[in-house]
């Protein structure tokens, strides 16, 4: 697949009460077919004001920015052979320990080597699910558990489900300072302005909610039970930030926190030397079977760099 770009437009303000998002962007893009709009959708690749949408029936009104990923004349994923840890599956879903350094979805700047190549090659007929079945994601050096439907009806159900707030997704971190007291962030988050690649809290941003609580406290860092009741992007990053507490190694949110990086430097120097990525893990699951409805409680262990983090730190 060749490089891709992405390109913003704004759907016309006298558009009539409401139109099909497929036919919409027809208009917008005459160069190409309708079908190759709807594969786009399809595949993730459309946003409407920088929330992706999946259905080619979603209605536009007029006024909305449109972010898509440029179509290229052909447009395919390839299958890859790259191992997952698998630690559940059946005939409808999959839940994979997601490793470090691994991109769930391919994008702008990561056209292979994903989440989604390898389940491509693991289970080939889910190259006809939407997204190969992918129905939330984690950052790329965020470790740990994620969902992946094996059929349409299981990824609509879950998708209900994660809308519905039924599915419990539990992170532990080790953030940077130390917290006392169990808490609760409830900030909205959108898009940077000018990084678009970040995130910021903003009045004018979504809903975003992150619960903590404290599972062991050190001299400079705290290690964290986070769990999300709202799934934005970069959102416990952003949220830790927000409250001066940025994750440890985060290479995005972490550099406003150099005063307190001083502080702990040969500590730091030492615990970035070997984690090279945010200490963030997804470590648990629960939800409802979404076609058996049988209650699903996955989890998995901390990773050995975590670990790792975690025994420095207790000795200082």
């Known amino acids: 697949m060749t ?4 390109i913003y437009k704004k759907t016309k303000n006298n558009l009539q009460y409401k139109q099909r998002l497929d036919k919409a962007l027809t208009k917008l893009f005459p160069e190409y077919s309708r079908s190759k ?26 006024g909305e920015i449109i972010e898509i990923t440029k179509i290229q004349k052909k447009f395919f994923w390839k299958a890859q052979n790259i191992p997952l840890n698998i630690i559940y599956y059946d005939k409808d879903i999959i839940v994979i320990n997601k490793s470090k350094n691994m991109v769930v979805h391919p994008g702008h700047g990561n056209i292979d080597g994903t989440l989604l190549n390898a389940l491509l090659h693991y289970y080939p007929p889910i190259i006809n699910i939407p997204r190969a079945g992918i129905v939330h994601r984690l950052d790329k050096n965020t470790t740990g558990l994620i969902v992946v439907a094996k059929t349409i009806l299981a990824q609509n159900r879950l998708i209900n489900l994660i809308k519905k707030r039924k599915i419990t997704r539990i992170y532990e971190a080790i953030v ?18 000018i990084k678009r690649t970040n995130m910021i809290v903003h009045p004018m941003g979504k809903e975003s909610i992150t ?24 959102q416990i990053r952003v949220h830790m930030k927000h409250i001066n507490h940025p994750i440890v190694g985060d290479p995005t949110y972490g550099k406003s926190s150099l005063k307190t990086i001083k502080k702990i430097k040969k ?22 079977h979404p076609i058996t409805l ?7 262990p901390l ?14």
């Open 37 to 62: 709009i709807k594969n786009h959708i399809l595949h993730s690749l459309v946003k409407i004001n920088e929330k992706i949408i999946t259905s080619p029936k979603t209605s536009v009104y007029g």
């Open 211 to 234: 619960h903590y609580s404290v599972i062991e406290s050190f001299s400079n860092h705290t290690h964290l039970k986070i769990i999300l009741e709202t799934g934005r992007t970069h």
């Open 294 to 300: 049988n209650k699903m409680q996955l989890h998995t």
């Open 176 to 193: 940077i300072g130390t917290i006392k007291e169990n808490g609760s962030i409830n900030e909205p988050i959108k898009r940077h302005n």
């Open 3 to 6: 490089k891709q770009k992405t």
């Open 267 to 288: 500590n730091y120097k030492t615990i970035l030397s070997f984690l090279n990525r945010q200490a963030l893990h997804a470590k648990s699951l629960i939800f409802p």
């Open 303 to 316: 990773p050995d760099d975590i670990k790792k983090l975690i025994k420095i730190l207790k000795k200082n």
